[in-house]
């Protein structure tokens, strides 16, 4: 490799980034034009169009424009988003203990975000997770099983089942990615990260890494079937954030467009007993078992 040409050795670094892509279901064929190359990495950081980060992600991840899902949660949760009309997206620290982008990274060997800084805190914990907030919905395509669980885990003894319509501007309402087997990193960026080394001593970075890595869970949450809503909040927008550390929040209103990019619509509320809402909402009631 090291007496080819820099042109030949680029041409044919570009070549094996597309059979990969192509191995692994990716149509995108990217071109020299599409990433740059330093002496020491190989990436689109740069680039306004980041084709090659967004083949992959994309095909892993898909952006999902609208969907109809189900958000259980407790009466009192559910009153107050009903009567207040806003809608509360949580810091992704709340769920700092499963496994929340720790998997990805230990996964995927993201050292950079692993270590520890001056604080005693990994870096994701400092520089990923205090401006990320979410929101956690489930298919409405399930079982009967699929829905107890539901029912139990996240609204029991007087829980309520809310039925959203989402539209997107975001491209970041997508399913999360459930991992097949503990510790095996998804196999189109292993791939690249391995070749790239391995054949020209180069690091791949994916560009896009710091959002899409809240978009990946351990298997066993998989029952789940999530489809997550994620905001990453900077200085200056309009939202702002309510509370401190792993409790804070922001506040998205319903039924309006808001710089969230995300339109919330409740179609349906549903609980064993009706309860405290305005009138414009339809109740439907859960049969008692």
Not at 22 to 42: G, K, Q, Y
Not at 207 to 222: A, M, Q
């Amino acid at each position: 490799m090291k007496y080819l040409s820099d042109f030949n050795r680029y041409e044919y670094l570009v070549s094996v980034i597309n059979q990969i892509l192509h191995r692994n279901n990716i149509n995108e064929s990217i071109t020299f034009s599409d990433i740059t190359i330093t002496n020491t990495t190989v990436s689109d950081l740069v680039k306004k169009d980041s084709k090659l980060s967004d083949a992959i992600i994309n095909n892993i991840w898909p952006s999902i424009p609208s969907a109809s899902v189900y958000h259980y949660t407790s009466r009192e949760s559910a009153e107050n988003i009903l009567s207040s009309g806003f809608f509360r997206l949580h810091n992704i620290e709340k769920r700092y203990n499963e496994g929340e982008i720790l998997r990805f990274c230990q996964t995927h060997q993201l050292d950079g975000y692993l270590e520890s800084e001056e604080n005693g805190k990994p870096r994701y914990q400092n520089i990923i997770m205090p401006n990320t907030f979410y929101a956690s919905f489930t298919d409405t395509n399930i079982s009967q099983q699929e829905e107890e669980y539901f029912w139990s885990t996240f609204a029991s003894c007087d829980g309520v089942r809310l039925r959203f319509e989402i539209y997107s501007n975001s491209q970041d309402f997508r399913k999360i990615h459930y991992e097949k087997i503990a510790g095996h990193p998804l196999a189109v960026i292993n791939q690249l990260k391995e070749k790239i080394l391995n054949d020209f001593g180069l690091i791949f970075t994916l560009k896009g890494i710091s959002r899409v890595c809240s978009f990946y869970l351990p298997k066993e949450y998989e029952i789940e079937k999530e489809f997550r809503l994620l905001y990453r909040y900077w200085q200056g927008k309009e939202l702002k954030i309510k509370g401190i550390n792993s409790s804070s929040f922001i506040e998205i209103p319903l039924n309006k467009e808001n710089e969230s990019g995300y339109l919330l619509k409740i179609t349906e509320v549903q609980a064993r007993t009706e309860i405290n809402m305005p009138s414009n909402y339809v109740f439907t009631r859960r049969n008692n078992k």
